[in-house]
């Protein structure tokens, strides 16, 4: 999973999520917000959850979060 920021218009930054699922798991994004809404406070809530199948990385292994937004 990774976590960006991307700009708004209202906000100035939204919070975008990036997830992959497991191996044999399915995520359903809309349930996953509200797994996440009863744990992070309004203002630590993304606002939008993207399930994607692989996040970008670089030799590393680290997560290229500039290619995510």
């Known amino acids: ?3 960006v920021g991307e700009p708004d218009e209202d906000l100035g930054q ?3 999520a990036y997830v ?3 191996e044999g798991a399915v995520i359903d994004g809309p349930a ?3 797994w ?3 744990r992070r406070s309004v203002h ?3 606002r939008w959850v993207h399930v994607r199948a692989s996040l970008p ?3 590393m292994g680290k997560v290229i979060k500039p290619d995510l937004r």
């Open 1 to 3: 999973m990774a976590v």
């Open 32 to 34: 996953l917000s509200d």
């Open 57 to 59: 990385r670089n030799h």
């Open 44 to 46: 630590k809530r993304p």
């Open 20 to 22: 992959v699922a497991r």
């Open 36 to 38: 996440i809404a009863g």
């Open 14 to 16: 939204r919070i975008v």
